[in-house]
């Protein structure tokens, strides 16, 4: 199984979507709040070369994204590939 890291903030409508879309393919993830955790921030934005808005998603220490480049790779059918 992938190793899936998301940054989100708990206010994030988007932050929601891209969760909910992992739990429907039934993947476990990491996810780390950036509100409860601001520390973490800078770390988020370095790994996402200057991305600095939630959710940043990553798997496999890959940048996806955020949700609508998710949400692109699922209705391109690649979301699976790398879910494995």
């Given amino acids: 199984m992938a190793n899936i890291v998301i940054y989100t903030k708990p206010t994030c409508p988007f932050c929601v979507r891209a969760k909910m879309l992992l739990a429907q393919k039934g993947v476990e993830y990491t996810e780390i709040d950036i509100a409860a ?3 973490l921030r800078d770390e988020m934005i370095a790994k996402a070369n200057g991305g600095y808005t939630v959710p940043q998603i990553f798997i496999n220490d890959q940048h996806i994204g955020g949700c ?4 692109a ?3 391109s059918g690649r979301l699976d ?3 494995v």
């Fill in 81 to 83: 590939s790398l879910l």
């Fill in 37 to 39: 955790q601001p520390e």
């Fill in 73 to 75: 790779l699922e209705q």
């Fill in 68 to 71: 609508d480049d998710m949400f």
